[in-house]
């Protein structure tokens, strides 16, 4: 009974050390969905504003609004392609490490250019642009560098892929056209054999000739040529016995012989 109420006991624990770890671990998923949701939430309102200030308004703010949009169109680009091409190409490995320690400049810079929306001095601002133009273009430039190599491996990729398709497909059509144009021949062949065959052609197959009425025909000379297997021998008349020949016995009487009167 002790050993039972352990068991249970054990059990009962089990299970609600396996709730609470579910819990747990549902908890944290729903929590690290929200705060995925909230940060593309955020950056898509971000972008949204940049896009706009970009284009509503003119001097050091537009600047620095469009060098903060290209800048992150750029990286978020890089990165969607590199981390999409990971996963089936090993060897862009190394490309994402590269990318990683890129994004360390870009977000420097992003911070310094949302910084800088908000310094009241536009003349210093203004005076800095050029050099945040140029830091801003050889970022992008790298990032690019590393789309459009990880694009061209993919698309290469592909295209040796469709090659070697192409020409299975090629020698897969050239052997079903073989079988196709061989069929008739085969089938052509066959009926020249059949027709060289004796017996078979047209013309020898001559019909069963018709039975005499006359019984003495059944000798004929074409009759024995074209009736096939050999008729068999007709049966003989049966003919009385002489009663002369016959056998006496005994027991007979003798035959009277007749009289005239």
């Not at 929200?34 to 972008?47: G, H, K, N, P, Y």
């Not at 750029?74 to 969607?80: F, G, I, K, L, N």
């Not at 392609?81 to 420097?108: I, K, N, P, Q, T």
């Amino acid at each position: 009974m002790e050993a039972a109420l352990t068991i249970l006991a054990l059990l009962l624990v089990a299970f609600v050390a396996l709730g609470v770890y579910a819990t747990v671990k549902a908890v944290g998923a729903a929590k690290r969905g929200v705060d995925r949701t909230i940060t593309q939430a955020r950056r898509t309102v971000e972008d949204t504003t940049l896009r706009a200030k970009s284009f509503g308004q003119a001097g050091v703010a537009g600047e620095l609004a469009q060098l903060r949009l290209s800048l992150r169109t750029s990286m978020r680009a890089t990165q969607d392609a590199l981390h999409a091409g990971v996963a089936e190409d090993a060897s862009l490995a190394e490309s994402v490490d590269l990318f990683r320690r890129l994004s360390a400049h870009g977000l420097e810079l992003d911070d310094e250019l949302k910084r800088l929306e908000r310094e009241p001095d536009r003349a210093t601002v203004a005076g800095l642009l050029p050099k945040l133009r140029e830091r801003t273009q050889r970022i992008t430039h790298s990032a690019e560098s590393l789309r459009w190599a990880a694009r061209d491996r993919a698309r290469r990729f592909a295209d040796d892929d469709l090659d070697a398709l192409n020409a299975q497909i090629d020698i897969e059509a050239g052997a079903l056209r073989h079988w196709a144009v061989d069929e008739p021949s085969t089938q052509r062949s066959g009926a020249d054999a059949s027709a060289a065959s004796p017996g078979r052609g047209p013309g020898t197959d001559w019909p069963e000739p018709a039975a005499s009425a006359d019984p003495s025909a059944g000798g004929s000379t074409a009759d024995e040529a074209w009736s096939g297997p050999a008729r068999e021998e007709s049966p003989q008349a049966i003919t009385a016995p002489d009663p002369r020949l016959r056998s006496t016995y005994s027991w007979q009487k003798s035959t009277r012989p007749e009289t005239t009167n």
